[in-house]
């Protein structure tokens, strides 16, 4: 009895031995057979220049290589990968099929779940706001939290996509809290020469101080030194224009940016407004032309002029002095701005210049003239504080009214 049972030992225990060594992986210092395939594989990806080989430079196709040999110049030719055209991607792609194990051993990841992961990136930014209006027999302390987390996800080598999720809550009063929306879902690539863009996402043309908002549409931009965009959709700014029916506005945008030099720039926007029918309003024109220049590595100056089609108040200024400027990613940065506008409501269909509804009347835009200052620092790597104040008046006919306000906020980028 004690006999069988050492013989079924001593049988569990060989067939154990050999199934570990049938499961073990081939010896990654084994020579590649003389003749194998991989061998003219890699002699082309030297001559095209993905790889380089051994150290000193060369490809020495006339000696036997190990597959630990081979998978190190492989991995070579896999992280220059997006150099090559679809022909030599083929050829690396099946060398790296035929020596996964060695690469991975390499630590250099081949498979494509690894791969999809890479493939998605998720950033964000928490801001903390503090705003304050003074304004001649209206008050507003507004305090919020707005949480933001961006998805960009690779479609293909040339599209895409891109998503943006949004929550504020209102820390001063309760009930104020938004609910989270997608307030960016859109699709960016290369059409021919065409850059496009669709989908809901923000747009700035020219300098902003026209438009500066999110929009849902199809933009499509081509050019270089002369740059041109073309945009066709809907507002998402509809409060602020005549529209009681609540529906969101066709608009049209036509863009144009030249640089004359690396120092002086050039932009100008058209703006093309579709109000709701029903309200027997004319559709809005409206034109933004400015530039801006460079004085010293440290000082920018801006100029802008807007013209509308409405019958009066229809035009507007603004000038802007810039210093330095903060970077999230440079601890210690910081810039600071002094800005001078005056604008007729006509020429604000949703301006990068928020602070016209310190002065607004029951919701109704009436343009705003005053100056601004402001300074961003960068108290720590990955976070900027922006403050800021800004003494206004209403530009309207017959409207008298005034207001300051006071802005301070704290970002967080990560």
Same mark, same amino acid.
């Given at each position: #009895?004690?006999?069988?049972?050492?013989?079924?030992?001593?049988?569990?225990?060989?067939?154990?031995?050999?199934?570990?060594?049938?499961?073990?992986?081939a010896?990654?210092?084994?020579?590649?057979?003389?003749?194998?395939?991989?061998?003219?594989?890699?002699?082309?990806?030297?001559?095209?220049?993905?790889?380089?080989?051994?150290? %000193?430079?060369?490809?020495?196709?006339?000696?036997? #290589? *190990?597959?630990?040999?081979?998978?190190?110049?492989?991995a070579?030719?896999?992280?220059?990968?997006?150099?090559?055209?679809?022909?030599?991607?083929?050829?690396?792609?099946?060398?790296?099929?035929?020596?996964?194990?060695?690469?991975?051993n390499?630590?250099?990841?081949? %498979?494509?779940?690894?791969?999809?992961?890479?493939?998605?990136?998720?950033?964000?930014?928490?801001?903390?706001?503090?705003?304050?209006n003074?304004?001649?027999?209206?008050?507003?302390?507004?305090?919020?939290?707005? *949480?933001?987390?961006?998805?960009?996800?690779?479609?293909?080598?040339?599209?895409?996509?891109?998503g943006?999720?949004?929550?504020?809550?209102?820390?001063? *009063?309760?009930?104020?809290?938004?609910?989270?929306?997608?307030?960016?879902a859109?699709?960016?690539?290369?059409?021919?020469?065409?850059?496009?863009?669709?989908?809901?996402?923000?747009?700035?043309?020219?300098?902003?101080?026209?438009?500066?908002?999110?929009?849902?549409?199809?933009?499509?931009g081509?050019?270089?030194?002369?740059?041109?965009?073309?945009?066709a959709?809907?507002?998402?700014?509809?409060?602020?224009?005549?529209?009681?029916a609540?529906?969101?506005?066709?608009?049209?945008?036509?863009?144009?940016?030249?640089?004359?030099?690396?120092?002086?720039?050039?932009?100008?926007?058209?703006?093309?407004?579709?109000?709701?029918?029903?309200?027997?309003?004319?559709?809005?024109?409206?034109?933004?032309?400015?530039?801006?220049?460079?004085?010293?590595?440290?000082?920018?100056?801006?100029?802008?002029?807007?013209?509308?089609?409405?019958?009066?108040? %229809?035009?507007?200024?603004?000038?802007?002095?810039?210093?330095?400027?903060?970077?999230?990613?440079?601890?210690?940065?910081?810039?600071?701005?002094?800005?001078?506008?005056?604008?007729?409501?006509?020429?604000?269909?949703?301006?990068?210049?928020?602070?016209?509804?310190?002065?607004?009347?029951?919701?109704?835009?009436?343009?705003?003239?005053?100056?601004?200052?402001?300074?961003?620092?960068?108290?720590?790597?990955?976070?900027?504080?922006?403050?800021?104040?800004?003494?206004?008046?209403?530009?309207?006919?017959?409207?008298?009214?005034?207001?300051?306000?006071?802005?301070?906020?704290?970002?967080?980028?990560?």
């Open positions: #009895m004690k006999r069988q049972t050492a013989m079924a030992l001593a049988a569990v225990f060989a067939m154990s031995v050999a199934g570990t060594a049938l499961a073990a992986p010896n990654p210092f084994v020579d590649v057979p003389a003749k194998h395939w991989s061998y003219d594989a890699v002699s082309k990806l030297a001559q095209s220049g993905v790889v380089s080989g051994y150290g %000193d430079g060369t490809y020495k196709g006339d000696k036997t #290589m *190990t597959r630990y040999e081979m998978a190190t110049i492989i070579k030719a896999m992280a220059n990968s997006e150099k090559v055209d679809a022909e030599t991607q083929k050829t690396i792609d099946a060398l790296a099929a035929e020596y996964g194990a060695e690469l991975n390499l630590g250099v990841r081949v %498979d494509n779940l690894e791969k999809k992961i890479d493939n998605v990136t998720i950033t964000g930014v928490i801001r903390a706001r503090y705003d304050n003074e304004t001649a027999k209206i008050g507003d302390m507004q305090q919020a939290l707005r *949480t933001r987390l961006i998805v960009k996800g690779k479609i293909n080598d040339e599209w895409t996509y891109t943006r999720l949004q929550n504020v809550q209102n820390l001063r *009063t309760t009930g104020g809290e938004d609910p989270t929306s997608l307030n960016w859109f699709v960016q690539g290369k059409v021919g020469v065409f850059d496009v863009t669709a989908g809901r996402y923000d747009v700035k043309p020219a300098y902003g101080v026209a438009l500066d908002d999110t929009v849902d549409g199809i933009n499509v081509f050019g270089n030194k002369l740059k041109a965009n073309l945009f959709g809907k507002d998402h700014y509809s409060e602020i224009a005549p529209n009681a609540n529906d969101r506005n066709n608009t049209y945008i036509a863009s144009l940016a030249y640089s004359f030099s690396k120092k002086l720039n050039a932009k100008a926007a058209y703006f093309g407004v579709d109000y709701n029918k029903t309200l027997n309003e004319d559709n809005a024109k409206l034109y933004e032309v400015g530039m801006d220049y460079q004085l010293t590595p440290s000082l920018n100056i801006q100029g802008v002029y807007l013209k509308s089609n409405a019958d009066d108040d %229809d035009k507007g200024y603004a000038a802007k002095l810039s210093y330095k400027g903060a970077s999230a990613k440079n601890k210690g940065s910081f810039g600071m701005w002094a800005a001078y506008r005056n604008q007729d409501a006509s020429t604000m269909l949703s301006s990068t210049y928020d602070y016209d509804q310190v002065i607004s009347a029951a919701g109704a835009g009436v343009g705003a003239k005053g100056y601004e200052i402001g300074v961003t620092y960068a108290p720590m790597k990955n976070a900027l504080w922006t403050t800021s104040y800004a003494d206004l008046e209403a530009t309207a006919t017959g409207v008298d009214r005034d207001g300051t306000y006071f802005r301070s906020q704290l970002e967080f980028f990560f």
